[in-house]
């Protein structure tokens, strides 16, 4: 069973798992990132400057350290999404889904014919051609998990349908934008701004729909999406890991001068 099976069935069965984001080239913090436990990495190609072999990179090394890839492509577009689907990540994330149109259009950009519209063209996600095409066909669906970002009040307001949408997998919400579609850029803990969370966490509890949240390290926000019954959470990403640890370096290094 690969990577996306186990995750799927995880989350489906009530479990938990949590990840990270990495936004920076060096693929080896993705190794790392693995390596330290978390269950998968968050690989950011909206809001990063990112490529595609940077993308690649990043996928293979999350593997090696025996995390799950998901990759946010930067729009909902078949042509982002392709070559993505090639390089075999654990999962793809479609952001800004808004209506059940939108995401029955990305469930068929990752379905090859009569299912959907995906050309067929695989690379490393068929092993290099070293999987038999029958075999390939035979699980890829199965292989990834198709993610709907859910950002936006339309959305929310059309969760039932989206939710019902054969082949989405599962839902991850984007709360910074969520609460800029209703004029409250950044206010996520608004009383508006976490009500509508609190609908999303509902619709898909009685959907049975796992869901996700996307957010910077905040403990008062991962208690909250804890209490919601998430299923799976990315915080932090590693720049801010960075700003951190080394905000907190100097500032030692600057307070035992001071006193020496």
């Known amino acids: 069973m690969n990577k996306a099976s186990k995750i799927l069935e995880k989350i489906k069965n009530n479990g938990f798992i949590a990840g990270t984001h990495v936004t920076l080239s060096d693929i080896s913090i993705s190794e790392q990132m693995g390596m330290l436990g978390f269950e998968f990495v968050w690989i950011e190609g909206e809001h990063s400057p990112l490529d595609k072999q940077n993308i690649l990179g990043h996928i293979i090394a999350c593997q090696a350290g025996g995390a799950a890839a998901f990759v946010r492509i930067p729009w909902n577009d078949p042509v982002l999404a392709k070559p993505i689907l090639e390089m075999g990540p654990d999962g793809i994330i479609f952001p800004f889904i808004r209506t059940a149109e939108e995401a029955r259009a990305a469930v068929a950009a990752c379905r090859y014919p009569p299912a959907g519209t995906r050309g067929f063209g695989p690379r490393r996600a068929s092993k290099y ?52 579609s209703i004029g409250l850029l950044g206010q996520m803990r608004h009383p508006d701004v976490m009500a509508l969370m609190d609908i999303i966490a509902q619709k898909c509890r009685a959907a049975k729909m796992p869901f996700g949240i996307s957010m910077p390290y905040d403990k008062d926000n991962i208690t909250d999406w804890i209490r919601r019954g998430v299923s799976w959470l990315a915080a932090g990403n590693d720049s801010s890991y960075i700003a951190q640890a080394g905000s907190q370096t100097l500032k030692t290094i600057l307070e035992i001068k001071s006193k020496s």
């Open 129 to 180: 051609g070293t999987m038999p095409n029958s075999e390939y066909l035979a699980g890829v669906d199965q292989s990834f998990l198709k993610i709907m970002q859910i950002e936006h009040i339309d959305a929310v307001n059309n969760l039932d349908e989206i939710l019902a949408v054969d082949g989405v997998d599962t839902i991850v919400v984007g709360p910074a934008d969520l609460s800029g």
